[in-house]
């Protein structure tokens, strides 16, 4: 038996990737580049993972779809600008170039189609190797990186096409991912845990922002500083995230798995190392299988490293089907 044998004889885990991710052009020197997609695919396909893996088809997000979590005069002003050819969105800090719109719409859709995957029981988790990022994108306003928040919309999705009444959505990126925060903070029914460096970009997600109105005691963030690693981060996890997931008992669960909190990252001071995302990956199988059946996406979000990217991811994934670091 082969290696990718092996893994495939262990699990059912899918893969979502396409050379369309390769599309978005941030320009010369930006951390967040096409060579991301190709260090993450080729960690995947050395390890022999690739094989192993279920495929997922890519389409492009409905404005319908995206509606769910971004408000319509945003989705269509970031439509029009990157139509006429904009280097950044008018919004914030977003780099966009020709093809940044087909692509960002088809990395949601393609999470939505990983939601399918994994709801109608055709693979018990997914990772999704997209860009660009989408976590700090709020209802009406890009920033960071990000165009459309994949993560969010893909909550709202399972809720509304699959009838799941709790969602739990885990954020380990170095940066916080603070337009989910702000999509769900007055909700309730979905469950939003942050571990990030602080203070660091975008400046939010201090302990006591936990929720507002139904959605009090539904934001759970744990800042660190910089220099944070296993004991912090990991610890976080396995101690207030689990009690959090046994008191929520959520029926999905969402990663946004942001490999720049690994050891050596440009844009950031934590100091994970590739067993340390394997842990946290087991952390929240473990989750998983005891409140939502085992279904589980993961999304990607971060890493500007291409080496310890592509290190992480491979770790992650190996994770996913049931493998170690």
């Known amino acids: 038996m082969t290696q990718s044998q092996a893994f495939a004889a262990k699990?059912?885990?899918?893969?979502?990737?396409?050379p369309?991710?390769?599309e978005h052009d941030t320009g010369p020197g930006h951390p967040e580049r096409p060579e991301r997609y190709d260090a993450v695919i080729d960690a995947l396909e050395a390890a022999g993972l690739v094989a192993a893996l279920d495929h997922i088809p890519i389409r492009a997000a409905t404005e319908d779809e995206l509606a769910l979590v971004h408000t319509r005069p945003y989705i269509q002003l970031a439509a029009r600008e990157i139509r006429a050819g904009a280097r950044e969105l008018s919004t914030g800090d977003t780099t966009v170039s020709a093809r940044s719109l087909d692509v960002a719409l088809n990395a949601t859709g393609g999470v939505l189609n990983a939601v399918d995957h994994v709801m109608t029981g055709q693979s018990r988790n997914a990772f999704c190797a997209v860009r660009p990022p989408g976590h700090h994108a709020r209802p009406a306003q890009g920033m960071g990186f990000c165009i459309f928040n994949s993560i969010a919309v893909a909550a709202r999705y399972?809720?509304?096409?699959?009838g799941i009444a709790k969602v739990m959505i885990v954020d380990w990126d170095v940066h916080h991912g603070n337009g989910t925060q702000d999509t769900f903070y007055e909700d309730g029914s979905v469950f939003f845990f942050s571990t990030h460096q602080s203070p660091w970009y975008p400046g939010t997600g201090p302990a006591t922002e936990t929720?507002?109105?139904?959605?009090?005691?539904?934001?759970?963030?744990?800042?660190?500083a910089a220099g944070a690693g296993r004991a912090q981060i990991v610890g976080a996890f396995q101690e207030d995230l689990r009690r959090a997931a046994d008191a929520f008992r959520p029926e999905l669960i969402l990663i946004s798995a942001g490999f720049d909190s690994r050891l050596g990252d440009p844009l950031g001071g934590f100091r994970l190392s590739d067993q340390d995302f394997s842990d946290l990956t087991a952390t929240m199988l473990e989750v998983a299988g005891k409140h939502a059946g085992g279904r589980l996406v993961s999304i990607l979000e971060g890493g500007y490293s291409l080496d310890g990217l592509a290190s992480a991811a491979a770790a992650h994934v190996r994770a996913l089907i049931g493998g170690s670091a």
């Open 11 to 18: 699990s059912s885990t899918a893969l979502l990737a396409d």
């Open 20 to 22: 369309i991710y390769r």
């Open 158 to 162: 399972a809720q509304r096409k699959h």
């Open 211 to 224: 929720g507002a109105g139904a959605g009090k005691n539904c934001t759970m963030n744990r800042p660190f």
